[in-house]
């Protein structure tokens, strides 16, 4: 996928339609810029509007945002059931495809300096874009929401904004920008009008108060409805998913002789998120996203994602570091085996090579087979190599922290080292299907033979340095040693068997 990001900017407006519409018209004024979703809420007063595009867009979108916002809510006049402290509430940035954590931070630096100066809004940077640690938790950001920020500002040293004026904008009040993952804003409704209920039911879901690690929940009084509801942010939908946290409030609920009625997702969701509670309520067993019709169909769509098409050399070719050379190992490696599979199916079939039918229709099985492990190859090494990456952003300083994150780092780096093992040990199998179709295949197609021969040869040495430069930052000598003698067996086999067929393919020409 290529550089992209999306921003989903709160307004504190939910109540008059033609405002979030003349906002939306705004954001997306110029070409490039597209409306993925937007949400209003009448109890709350609040919008979420969720939009997408190229990050040297994005800047001048958000702000075209906040500028009509700035002229369309007046601040002394909001009422609503959510926390806000600003016309646009907040604006986090979330990096998409190849756009990476620091460029997001980078456009949520660029916005709050342009929001600071030319709108004179009071502008804080929060999460992952935050400026100081205390920061980073948008509820400690927005502590006393508007009416007391108009107090704090200008007196409170501890809240002096990182852009813009240090008193309070009456009109526009005050925004935090940040870049964020993904979230999940999901609220629970509850079959009773207890406030005190709900409150104490968000009390045991909510981070803050001993609940789930990213779980941001308030017990809300939706009075159209004359029902509570538990307002929730799932910061990240991967380690709290959305079915645990509501089998938690069924479960809570319960002790008070309460039923929850229904639940909402506000604004758009990642795919991933909801086809977790599938697997969860079916009990399914071994399934995976290549299993719904509309990401196989998208993945058809878009060349197959990573699977040696346009896209896997685009993504290859940017300045991220992944995929790198593992994931090119694997594709080559893939690239052997589909030609073995082609020689194949050229030469079963034909009168003439009748006496290997049989064989080559089980080498013809095994090469698609391993086409197929290959190419999975190819996103499991980028996986890896993202994983070692995050386990070097694990909090650092103390002698607890510092061992917790010294054993994730030697975690993920003994996956980085065995993933490209397993692109060698299938790219020899891959040599031992190739050297069977170059003695006994079409000879017609002899030199494809040979090359998926040096396709295969080059995914064992490729990922052969991957493998070694991993074990150099291993600790576990016996895993070291093990995973040496490996990698070594591996590609002392691969070396004979490329001879081997170089000799058949040279003497054929």
Known sequence: MAKIVECVPNFSEGRRPEVIAAICDAISAE???????????????????????????????AFRGYQKAAELIDMTRHQGGHPRMGACDVCPFIPLGETTEEEAIELAQKLGKRVGEELGIPVFLYESAASTPSRRNLAKVRQGQYEGMIEALGTDKKRIPDYGPNKMNLKSGATAIGVRFPLVAYNVYLGSNDLEVAQKIADAVRSIKGGYRFVKAMGIEIKERNQVQISMNLVHYVKTPIFRVFETIKSEAARYGINVTSSEIVGLVPNQAMLDVA???????????????????????????????????????????????????????????????????????KK????????????????DALLADLTKLINTDKAAFDAVMEAFKLPKGSDELDAVRNEGIQTATKTAANVPLEVMQKSLEVLKLARIVAEKGNQNSITDAGVAALMARSAVEGASYNVRINLTSIDDK????????????????????????????????
């Open 31 to 61: 070409d490039g810029v597209t409306i993925l979703d937007k949400e209003m809420d009448a109890s709350h007063n609040r919008a979420v509007v969720t939009f997408a595009c190229d990050p040297k867009l994005a800047v001048d979108a």
């Open 279 to 349: 697997d969860f309520y079916l009990r399914l067993e071994h399934f995976s996203r290549e299993q719904v019709l509309e990401e196989k169909l998208a993945d058809a769509a878009s060349g197959g994602g990573a699977t040696g098409g346009s896209s896997f050399y685009d993504d290859v070719a940017s300045s991220s570091p992944a995929p790198g050379g593992g994931s090119v190992a694997a594709s080559a490696g893939a690239l052997g085996a589909a030609l073995s599979a082609m020689v194949c199916r050229l030469t079963v079939g």
């Open 352 to 367: 003439a090579y009748a006496a290997v039918k049989d064989e080559l229709g089980v080498v013809r099985d095994q090469a």
């Open 478 to 509: 016996e895993f070291v040693a093990k995973l040496a003698r490996d990698e070594a067996a591996v590609r002392q086999a691969a070396d004979t068997l490329a001879a081997d067929i170089k000799k058949l393919v040279e003497a054929a020409l």
